[in-house]
């Protein structure tokens, strides 16, 4: 199951954190590393930092997205140090763990995404998550080092892997569930949809796509429902052109 594991780290400033964050993965079993935009790498200082997990920086992939990161994923999950002003769900690293046991013994491919080391995860990246992971920290001193917070995370995912937790998955899935990839190009004609009905309009999006994102990712969708989406959004997009 940990094959079916990403950690990814997007636009990471400091080359140690990614060493380090490479020394926590082989701790505990992972393997997959991708970076989204580094400030630099490779660097002397990752090497050193990774301290004998050099293979997992030698494997790393290095993307200009997040989008790119994700596209073969089925489960997205990102790290937020704070409260938005549009709230998604949110569980600690225990919780988040647990819950998905069962997307893993499904053959799912799940990504963990940690963002910048100042700023995280900007609203546009948790956009795209599924869920968002909060690691609880003592509130007069909440910064947790981005290698520190992976290493949480995958110390959790082995204890939880490891203990061999009985966890059925909550129905039988009539088809495979959709990657991240799919997921936006569902999200891109939507919203191209929404604006030919006259309900989005471009100059004034207050928080719409947000919040549809917020719905439908709280959804584990399969590839027939999609393709029900996809096809409802075309005949109202078809009847729009005819009355037009």
């Known amino acids: 199951m940990f094959e079916q594991i990403k950690v990814i780290l997007v636009n990471t400033s400091h080359p140690g954190n990614i060493g ?3 020394r926590a993965m082989k701790n505990m079993g992972l393997h997959h590393l991708v970076l989204v935009n580094p400030k630099e790498f490779p660097h002397a200082e990752a090497t050193a930092r990774a301290a004998g997990a050099g293979d997992i920086l030698e494997s790393a992939l290095v993307v200009d997205s997040l989008t790119t990161a994700i596209s ?8 937020s140090a704070r409260l938005r002003s549009v709230a998604w769900p949110l569980s600690d690293p225990r919780q988040c763990v647990d819950r ?8 799912q491919r799940i990504a963990f995404v940690f963002g910048n080391e100042q ?4 609203n546009e990246e948790l ?7 909060h690691i609880p920290c003592n509130e007069d001193f909440s910064s947790l080092n981005v290698a520190a917070a992976v290493q949480i995370v995958a110390y959790e995912l082995r204890m939880s892997l490891h203990q061999n937790t009985p966890a059925e998955l909550l129905y039988e899935m009539e088809s495979k569930p959709i990657t991240a990839d799919e997921m936006e190009r569902f999200f891109i004609s939507l919203e191209n ?3 030919q009905l006259g309900y989005l309009k471009p ?13 439908f990712n709280r959804a584990i ?3 027939n429902e999609m393709n029900i989406l996809r096809g409802i959004i075309n005949s109202i997009a078809e009847r729009t052109v005819e009355k037009q």
């Open 193 to 195: 949809c929404l604006i």
């Open 20 to 22: 380090g964050a490479a």
């Open 203 to 215: 100059s004034q999006p207050k928080k719409l796509m947000l919040r549809l994102r917020r719905l």
């Open 72 to 79: 073969d994923c089925h489960f997205i999950v990102g790290t």
């Open 119 to 122: 700023s995280g995860l900007s």
């Open 100 to 107: 998905l046991i069962p997307r893993l013994k499904d053959q």
């Open 221 to 223: 969708i399969e590839e």
């Open 127 to 133: 956009s795209l998550c599924h869920a968002h992971l």
